[in-house]
Each structure stands twice: as structure tokens, then as C-alpha cells.
């Protein structure tokens, strides 16, 4: 008797599904990824090999290079009433364009007498000035002292939380700078602060 030949279908696998799944997580990470900020100067940092992730939020960073310090603080919010209680302190009254343009700062490296000039330059205007660095030193108009206070303050008013701080300085860089600003945040009770460094291997 003949055998009976069962015809043969090919396999179709539909991937509808699949490929709007993909999408969907590759729109997560592109809209939820922190892109990485430019410094306003080289820096080379030292390397360390602790991996220890820098927080989004309650964190300001104080960079150190070429003799310059510059200031940054996380969050808009936390930058609108950092800058407000620096126009209270210096009798400055800032803009709301100004106001908008300073929370939208990664970075101030300038002294307080040009933030106003500086703030209503345009990005690319900003991207191409030369900033001289926020003025640090051991007197009572020590500029790096206030930002430092009043970004604290801020962080407080609007998350509750106590700052954290943290030093990005350059290796190359002279001791009196770094002693100014330990200093600086000393004169606040700040004796616990971070050292951001790059990432080296372990030595076998």
C-alpha cells in the first residue's frame, strides 16, 4: 500500500510583537540616559579602583583645574533657588529668563558681578567664552562659600536633604587650590566630602 505524503508547510513566526517591545525599551534608555556633561576645562583626574556611582540627585560637584574652580549642583529646582539666595546674599535681582537660563547650567565658572552678562549670552555664545572660575579664598566674600551655602539651603528647601559634595580636581593640580576649597567647606562643618576619579585596573 502507498504511503501518504503529508505536505510540508513552512514555519512562519510573526515578530510584530518582538520588534514593538524592542522599540519600546530602546525609547526607555534613550529618553531616561544621562548625557554626559562637558567639563569647562580639562581636567585629568586621578584614577582610583573603587566603582561607586555618582547620584542624580542632592549632589554637587566642585571642579578643580588650570587654577579655576568651578561650581555645578544637580537639579533644576535645586539651581533656581541656589541662584536666588545668591542674588539675596549679593542684592542682585535676576530675570526669569535668566532665572530659566541658570537652572538649565550644568556649571557657573564665573564671578557673581558677570553671572547676569553671562546668563543672557546665547548657548553657543556661552560654549565659546573663556570662564575665569568662581573666586575661592580664605575672606568673607569667598563666592565658592556662598554657592556652596546656599545650594545646601536649596537642597533642603526642595528635596529635604542634606547635600552631598564631592571634588573633581585635576592630578596635575597645585595643593593651595584644593587646600582653599577644603578649607572653604570646613568654615561650613563639611569635613565629609567625595574625590571623583577615573577608573583604573587593579594591579596583579
Known sequence: MARAKVARKSTAIDMTAMCDVAFLLLTFFILSAK?????????????????????????????????????SVEGAEVRVETLKGMGDQYKIAFTPEEIKAFSNLDNVGVSIQYLKQYLN??????????????????TDTNELYWWVKNARKADKLVHNKELRIAIKGD????????????????????????LITSLRTVAK
Do not use: C, M, W
Not at 576645562?41 to 571642579?63: G, K, Y
Not at 597645585?174 to 566630602?193: D, G, H, R
Open 35 to 71: 548625557p554626559k556633561v562637558q567639563d569647562p576645562v580639562h581636567a585629568d583626574i586621578p584614577a582610583s579602583t573603587t566603582i561607586q556611582a555618582l547620584p542624580e540627585n542632592d549632589f554637587s560637584s566642585l571642579l578643580v583645574a588650570q587654577g579655576k574652580v568651578f561650581f
Open 121 to 138: 549670552l546665547t548657548t553657543k555664545e556661552r560654549a565659546s567664552v573663556a570662564q575665569t572660575g568662581v573666586p575661592v579664598d580664605t
Open 171 to 194: 592630578s596635575k593640580e597645585e595643593y593651595p587650590t584644593i587646600a582653599k576649597i577644603i578649607k572653604t567647606l570646613q568654615k561650613q562643618k563639611v569635613n565629609k566630602f567625595g
